[in-house]
């Protein structure tokens, strides 16, 4: 895949998270064009100010973990260079819906997938619908979602005058693990004899 569909595709998949959802946040990172993302439990590893914390370790490359340390402290410091990728909000999500549904001649399906996503707070985006019969309605979704978030990606790209050709989208390793040693504070302190030494593992 060439650079600017890897970043074009990334930020789709950025814009069509659930707008309810922090397990994964998209960025910009305008300093240096490199677009990145943060796992909510990239949090684990921190001390209250943002260093890493004493009693945890990562799987991470030093310059990988650094990296990510220090975006998060530019995050937590609004820095302006830091620009977080839009997602779709809810009523958008529904408005794109509703637009696709006037396309969709079979009034039960029509009907199924209103009562599947319109009636009720769900807000599934990326998976297909939950319809039994017709695949022809979901492969026409699938392209009209698509159009959409394409579109979306590029006017981000445009409103921040940013010439994909010049931007990458950084890469961290796939298995990068944070440990943390619950037997002790983020200072390194030892909370005593009493604790039972726990590890837990989180993968990027």
Not at 65 to 80: F, S, T, V, W, Y
Not at 176 to 203: A, Q, R, V
């Amino acid at each position: 895949m060439d650079n600017e569909n890897q970043v074009l595709n990334w930020l789709m998949i950025g814009i069509s998270q659930s707008p309810f959802s922090l397990n994964e946040v998209f960025y910009l990172d305008k300093k240096i064009n490199e677009f990145f993302s943060i796992l909510a439990t990239d949090y684990f590893m921190l001390d209250d100010n943002f260093n890493l914390a004493k009693n945890t370790s990562t799987s991470y490359s030093k310059k990988n973990e650094n990296d990510l340390i220090n975006r998060i402290q530019r995050i937590e410091n609004n820095d302006n260079q830091i620009i977080e990728v839009p997602r779709l909000s809810f009523n958008e999500r529904k408005k794109i819906l509703i637009e696709f549904l006037d396309s969709v001649n079979d009034e039960n399906e029509k009907e199924r997938i209103k009562n599947l996503y319109l009636n009720t707070d769900r807000t599934i985006f990326n998976r297909k619908f939950e319809i039994e019969s017709n695949k022809d309605i979901i492969k026409n979704w699938n392209k009209y979602k698509n159009e959409i978030l394409l579109s979306k990606a590029e006017s981000f790209l445009n409103l921040n005058n940013i010439n994909i050709n010049s931007t990458k989208v950084w890469e961290i390793e796939d298995d990068g693990n944070i440990t943390i040693d619950l037997t002790k504070d983020d200072k390194g302190k030892s909370l005593g004899s009493t604790y039972k030494k726990i590890w837990w593992k989180f993968w990027k």
